[in-house]
Nanobody, 117 residues
Framework: QVQLVESGGGLVQAGGSLTLSCKRT????????IGWYRQAPGKQRELVAR???????NYADAVKGRFTISKDNAKNTVYLQMNSLKPEDTAVYYC???????????WGQGTQVTVSS
């Protein structure tokens, strides 16, 4: 059974930085992409960034140039480095994993990121 555990959220001032971590336990041959999603109050969940087994990455336009997704295969961990944070980045951030091209079946519990102005 695959489990994803996020950490690293918190409260930060606008312009600050945070790094989120997503540690995966368990094995699933179907996983070839891991992504970070976020959901702000009253809004739909949206994809922030994702990284493929190949190392390729995608970013939402709202975070390009500010966020960086990376992975450490030896630690089974995916990171999201968030710089130049804005109040509109405030949300619960979720890690999700699964096969490319399909809704991810595996989700973490989420970690809160709050950016104060």
């Amino acid at each position: 059974q695959v489990q994803l555990v996020e950490s690293g959220g918190g409260l930060v001032q606008a312009g600050g930085s945070l790094t989120l971590s997503c540690k995966r336990t368990g094995v699933a041959v179907s996983i070839n992409v891991i992504g970070w999603y976020r959901q702000a109050p009253g809004k739909q969940r949206e994809l922030v960034a994702r990284i493929f087994n190949s190392g390729g990455t995608n970013y939402a336009d709202a975070v390009k140039g500010r966020f960086t997704i990376s992975k450490d295969n030896a630690k089974n961990t995916v990171y999201l480095q968030m710089n130049s944070l804005k109040p509109e980045d405030t949300a619960v951030y979720y890690c999700a994993a699964g096969p490319a091209g399909r809704p991810p079946p595996y989700w973490g519990q989420g970690t809160q990121v709050t950016v104060s102005s």
